[in-house]
């Protein structure tokens, strides 16, 4: 219960763009970091949970994580596994099963229209 609870409001928070309410809810799901950079944590919940690295999102998050404008994949691929924030220590099998699917999902829906 209260895994579904603490997922809930990880998307509801990224749904509302309530950027200081993601990283606190996506440490609740269980994710960690070595230096629990809300920066990291706030960008991975957008690119994992929201539509992928989409221009909008990515361009609204860029001033905040301290990430270029109109980022090309290599770059945002540097601050997601590469360091440039923190690293990585901890991604519960059901956040990547839940991104697997939200994933999954996105891409369906951006096919479909």
Known sequence: EEQRTNIAKMLVAIADE?????????WACGFRSKKQDPRLA?????VFFNRGPYPYDMNRLAPKVGMPLDADIM??????RGGKLDDIEEFPGHLVMLQRCAMVLSGIGMELG
């Open 18 to 26: 309530a950027d200081d309410d993601v990283a606190p809810a996506f």
């Open 42 to 46: 706030l960008l991975l919940a957008h």
């Open 75 to 80: 770059t945002l691929d540097g601050y997601i």
